[in-house]
Nanobody
């Protein structure tokens, strides 16, 4: 069974920083693209940042210059360093990953359970 476990969320004041982590575990062969998404109350889930297995990154315009996505392929872990946080960054943050469970197998998308990030004074 594949699991994605997120950690690092919490309450932070505007202008502060947080670092999210998401570790993939279980019976897998390879992890392809990984990413972070967020969902604020009453809003649709939106992309925050993605990173390919080779390290190519993509960011939502709203977080460019403030957030940095990275990964440790040896640990099957993706990180999101969030700086200069704003109240509008408040949301549940989810990690997702494209995973092959066996050699030559199809890629399937798996999601973590989400971690709450609240930016408030």
């Amino acid at each position: 069974q594949v699991q994605l476990v997120e950690s690092g969320g919490g309450l932070v004041q505007p202008g502060g920083s947080l670092r999210l982590s998401c570790a993939v575990s279980g019976s897998i062969f390879s992890v392809n693209a990984m990413g972070w998404y967020r969902q604020a109350p009453g809003k649709a889930r939106e992309l925050v940042a993605t990173i390919s297995s080779g390290g190519n990154t993509n960011y939502a315009d709203s977080v460019k210059g403030r957030f940095t996505i990275s990964r440790d392929n040896a640990k099957n872990t993706v990180y999101l360093q969030m700086n200069t946080l704003k109240p509008e960054d408040t949301a549940v943050y989810f990690c997702g990953a494209d995973i092959a469970k066996r050699p030559g197998g199809v890629l399937e998308v798996y999601w973590g359970q989400g971690t709450q990030v609240t930016v408030s004074s």
